[in-house]
């Protein structure tokens, strides 16, 4: 009879979880999961998918505009929030019975509730006690919102996806890329937003170039941004001016400069930190990192023997291809080639920000190979595309490549422009296989298109 009832268990559906638990099954592993809140995790119920479904939708108007210069014309359109929304539910309860039928056919046991650690090698599920030889921790990441007065009439990215209306006015507060993002999304649906961030310049850790070229574009857009400032408090008040649907409450915002503001909606998009309460990790002896994420080495193991984590709750990039990747990994390192598995290389990986324009980044930045201490060469184009000659949009396009003057290897890639994600993907392949920027000029560009700037780009920015 086995020693346990299951030789891997899984506490968390999402990216990382289900491609572990897919994959060992596949294997003859004998795996459970638990999921307490919906599968398929944060990029697909309240990240990822549904973002970049409203991203689409918040392209729209903007697109019909540019659409009158190339001589189209149409009756005024009406926008409906809830068709919106409603037609995003029914995908993501499409996508929800996809991961449901893949955990299914792999063999693995599905249980839906919270798992809690009693010991190193059982949990609890709904009342039932289980055993595993091994345990993942994968419960990804929380969004976060900072303590001040009335805290509580702040909503997060997670309400956004389900809102029962769009309000007039809505403020957003956060620098990173859900901020950015989610405030484009507004703007573009209507909503006269405002960006709050406590630093000089959002997007930290980006190219300063890129970050600066995008607070412009953004402006263009209609977004107000207040840099160095932040809320110090949200009152609710009464009427309902700055909101659509009576329904909605209408809010004060109170900034630490003084200014005050009025909306119907305020967005805290401040971070997100590891989803690890009611987990029953009192009962461990799980050593954290000082964000509060799980502390694991380079195999993802804790300082519990037969406990791992993977994912948004270790703490480092926090990405769904990383989480698929670090599960891929886990999966093999326990139950295939072991020792010689290659570990994830977290170097050239490539992300992008969805705001308008998008943002591609595949690299280091200039800053960042500076601090390197190389000596680098840097390409620039900033130009308008050809399709906004005709759109009357004064939209920009801004590409950068980092080159590494020693060894000529292209150590950055940067774009703010139309479908940068999609360019950048590309380029990701190019810069983890150390091509040089003699190879990226002797390669003929597709004519005409954006991209082919960066295989024309033959004069180094003279500083």
């Known amino acids: 009879m086995p020693e346990f009832d299951f030789d891997l268990f899984v506490i968390g559906a999402g990216s990382a979880g289900v491609r572990l638990a897919r994959m060992s099954a596949a294997k003859g ?13 944060t ?55 996809i991961y449901r039928k893949l955990l299914e056919n792999s063999g693995a046991s599905l249980f839906e509730g919270r798992a809690r650690f009693q010991d190193t090698h059982h949990v609890e599920v709904n009342g039932k006690r289980i055993s595993a030889e091994h345990i993942v921790i994968a419960t990804g990441g929380w969004p976060f919102v900072p303590d001040f007065p009335g805290n509580n009439y702040a909503i997060t990215s997670n309400e956004l996806f389900y809102l029962e209306s769009l ?9 990173g890329y859900i901020a950015v993002e989610m405030a484009g999304i507004l703007n573009g649906l209507g909503v006269e937003t405002t960006l709050i961030y406590r630093g000089d310049l959002f997007l930290r850790g980006f190219d300063q170039e890129i970050r600066e070229f995008v607070r412009e574009e953004l402006e263009k857009k209609g977004i107000r941004l207040l840099f160095s400032d932040n809320i110090a408090e949200i009152r609710q008040v009464s009427g309902s001016a700055q909101i659509l ?5 209408s809010y004060q915002v109170i900034l630490e400069s003084g200014k005050a503001l009025n909306a119907g909606l305020v967005l805290a998009a401040t971070g997100r930190k590891a989803h690890l309460d009611d987990l029953g990790l009192e009962n461990l002896a799980l050593e954290r990192n000082r964000d509060g994420s799980v502390s694991v080495d380079d195999c993802y193991r804790t300082s519990v023997a037969n406990i791992f984590a993977l994912g948004d709750v270790t703490g480092r990039i926090q990405l769904t291809p990383v989480a698929l990747a670090e599960g891929m990994f886990l999966s093999e390192y326990l139950y295939g080639a072991g020792e010689a598995t290659p570990q994830v290389d977290y170097e050239n990986i490539a992300t992008a920000v969805f705001c308008q324009p998008n943002i591609g980044t595949v690299g280091l930045s200039e800053e960042q190979a500076r ?29 950068k490549l980092i080159v590494d003057r020693g060894s000529d290897r292209v150590v950055g890639a940067h774009m703010v422009g139309h479908e940068a994600g999609e360019i950048i993907q590309g380029l990701a392949i190019a810069l983890k296989c150390g091509a040089s920027k003699a190879q990226f000029d002797a390669t003929i560009g597709i004519h005409p298109t954006s991209a082919e700037e960066f295989v024309t780009m033959r004069s180094a920015r003279k500083d």
């Open 167 to 175: 309000p007039r006015q809505a403020v957003v507060l956060g620098g």
């Open 29 to 41: 592993v004998r795996v459970g999961v638990a999921e307490d809140r919906y599968l398929g995790g």
């Open 371 to 399: 601090e390197r201490g190389m000596e680098v060469d840097v390409f620039v184009s900033e130009f308008r595309p050809l399709k906004h000659t005709l759109s009357g949009s004064d939209e920009r396009c801004l590409m």
């Open 245 to 249: 649907d009576a329904k909605q409450q």
């Open 43 to 97: 990029c697909v119920n309240v990240g990822c998918v549904p973002k970049k479904l409203f991203v689409y939708a918040s392209e729209v108007p903007e697109q019909l505009d540019c659409a009158r210069g190339f001589g189209w014309d149409s009756e005024p359109l009406r926008f409906d929030w809830t068709t919106l929304r409603d037609n995003k539910n029914s995908e993501i309860l499409r996508l929800n019975g």
